[in-house]
């Protein structure tokens, strides 16, 4: 392989880093004393970083005591003993250096590399690649254009987000009066597949449908798969075909919606010419779409600015009482939504996105009220096209449980000057409602939901996630469900908890074993986790909940409910871990 010079990535050096298994663990807690204490000071963490530095994490209480051993006459060191040195971490004062001196005694002659091989002949001891310095988390998300791994730091992921945000982050365009041109390489259609239900999966995808589409208007795709021939000889007869099937399939004044990815953007063609062509022959509009926007969040945003920015666009009178709604998902849109704005005394004009009809949104000036449903991020820019215009641009709440779906709805009524009607259309909604849910909330007291988290997935689960995903733990707090987080630290050290969670119960993990640990004897009923029948769960004699199990509104919020409910008393995993188990000793996470 050809180096450029100057080009190189730029890798920081790393270091090896090994976490106690259970046997060292406790081997170094007999040496120091404190074998499984009932009270008092207990060793909690053990690990190795490098070849000349051991750290110790010890507890008592809420007190904790963090020193390091090192190799004898090293740098730094504040007390030597005849086979090491040690140090203590932060301020040593009278009290800590008592116990670093209780502790050389009890270490007597035992040297630094007998310590060292301790860890390193505990078969579960979990050996790490880290950068000194950054105890930063590597599992990151989103992760845009990579899917969720379980090798590496994916062991303690449960999260698809990367997935979710890829695949669900792109409008789906469905409309009839649409003609779908996709021109790209087999690789690309392998990287951005059609999801289909009907086949086995590792993900719980949170839609029913491929971006919210109903699959409308697939007759009128056309796929043109470029291959090496093309990207030697050049696209003249594939384009050529191209422009034939169009013709055959296009009426006239259809848009046609240019898919094209990366392949034609390095083979440097033509496919605005190509575009211009396809609209000569029908007289249509051709929109494009490629991988680029989607990357920068500005899906179809050519075509919006064009057609938002034409001149006397916005020049018709509006309807005071008409609105046109943004990013609410159809599945809550039409069964909840639009009946509820009808009883306020409001006519839904247009509905754009997730999915997006081409030929209805020369209607979008017919209505005074522009309402954007809130996202983590929004994949187009109409937003703050729409801001820059006369229209009201009003973003309401993600209609997620009781509250949510309060604020969200009376954020429309109180923009469009009807509270009094959503007063008494809430009450309606409400009346039977409330008091069902109240008591559901009774039950739900008794059970508790896991997340496993770490710094990257810890916030998120209080807001919104791959765009219009549910803020998980703020949705089961609501229900009345205890939360536990399993929270990963490499070196033992507790999670500063987000407002909402602050009574939540934490169990710090730092290795496969303590993971597997605190899923078997944890007191909780369901895991979160979006990979179907996660072994890592089921193995524990846990049962498991996922992001399609949560939905937007308040039928949305019973089902929800329901359903956490229902996976609460199962007892299937319970009764039956002991056979779902591997073998002893064997671990099933790394």
């Known amino acids: 392989m050809v180096k450029i010079p100057g080009r190189e990535a730029k890798v920081p050096p790393t270091v090896r880093h090994i976490s106690a298994g259970p046997r060292a663990l406790a081997s170094m807690g007999a040496l120091l004393g ?8 207990r060793l909690e963490g053990l690990c190795g970083l490098g070849k000349e530095n ?31 040195s040690l ?3 932060g301020d040593a004062g009278t009290a800590v250096m008592k116990f670093l001196e ?12 007998s310590v060292a091989r301790m860890l390193e002949e505990d078969p579960r001891s979990f050996v790490e690649d880290v950068v000194p310095g950054q105890d930063g988390d590597r599992v990151k998300v989103p992760c845009i254009g990579q899917p969720i791994g379980l090798l590496e730091a994916g062991w303690r992921n449960f999260y698809a987000d990367q997935d979710f945000e890829v695949l669900l982050g792109v409008p789906s365009c469905s409309d009839p009066h649409t003609v779908n041109i996709e021109y790209a390489d087999l690789e690309c259609y392998y990287a951005r597949p059609h999801r289909s239900f009907k086949k086995w999966t590792f993900l719980d995808w949170p839609q029913e449908s491929e971006s919210g589409s109903s699959g409308d208007g697939r007759d009128s795709s056309i796929v043109t798969e470029l291959a090496e021939r093309d990207m030697i000889m050049g696209t003249g007869e594939r384009a050529d ?3 034939a099937e169009v013709r055959k399939r296009a009426k006239t004044g259809n848009y046609l919606l240019f898919t094209h990815l990366c392949t034609p953007i390095i083979m440097g063609e033509d496919f605005q010419g190509l ?30 600015r064009a057609l938002l920015g034409r001149p006397g666009f916005f020049d018709a009178p509006a309807d005071a009482l008409a609105v046109n709604l943004f990013h609410f998902p159809p599945s809550y849109r039409d069964s909840e939504l639009l009946p509820f704005l009808k009883k306020l005394g409001l006519k839904t004009n247009i509905c754009v996105l997730p999915d997006v009809s081409l030929s209805v949104l020369d209607d979008l000036p017919k209505a005074v009220w522009q309402i954007f449903c809130e996202r983590s991020s929004y994949p187009t820019k109409v937003h703050e096209i729409l801001a820059q215009t006369s229209r009201p641009v009003i973003s309401v709440r993600a209609p997620y449980g ?33 008091p069902a849910w109240e008591a559901m909330k009774k039950e739900a007291s008794g059970y508790s939901l896991a997340f496993v988290a770490s710094e990257a997935t810890l916030p998120r689960l209080m807001t919104l996630r791959y765009g219009h995903g549910a803020p998980l733990a703020k949705m089961a707090r609501e229900m009345g ?27 710090i993990f730092r290795t496969p074993w303590e993971l597997e640990r605190a899923l078997r004897e944890g007191g909780f009923r369901a895991v979160y986790s979006d990979v179907v029948f996660d072994w890592r769960v089921m193995r524990a004699g846990k049962a498991r909940f996922a992001s399609k199990d949560f939905e937007m509104g308040l039928g949305g919020a019973m089902r929800t409910f329901q359903k956490l409910l229902s996976i609460c008393r199962l007892p299937f995993f319970r009764r039956y871990a002991s056979h779902l188990a591997g073998p002893r000793g064997v671990s099933y996470i790394a």
């Open 275 to 304: 575009a211009r062509r396809c609209e000569a022959e029908v007289g249509g509009t051709s929109v494009r779409w490629s991988q680029k926007d989607r990357d920068e969040n500005d899906n179809f945003g050519e075509h919006f």
């Open 241 to 243: 075909a191209l422009v």
């Open 34 to 41: 404190l074998k499984a204490p009932r009270k008092g000071w």
């Open 87 to 89: 140090r203590a971490e």
């Open 102 to 113: 209780v502790a050389a005694a009890r270490l007597g002659s035992r040297r630094f590399e």
């Open 481 to 507: 469900f205890a939360v536990d987080i399993l929270f990963y630290d490499l070196h033992g050290a507790g999670p500063k908890l987000p407002a909402g969670l602050e009574d939540a119960r934490v169990t």
């Open 54 to 84: 051991i750290c110790l994490r010890l507890r008592h209480g809420d007190h904790r005591l963090v020193f390091h051993l090192l190799p004898r006459n090293a740098p730094g060191a504040q007390l030597s003993a005849p086979g090491l």
């Open 402 to 434: 009781v509250e949510g779906t309060r604020e969200c709805l009376r954020g429309i009524a109180v923009a469009a000057g009807r509270e009094p009607e959503f007063a008494a259309a809430w009450a309606e909604a409400t009346v039977n409602f409330l």
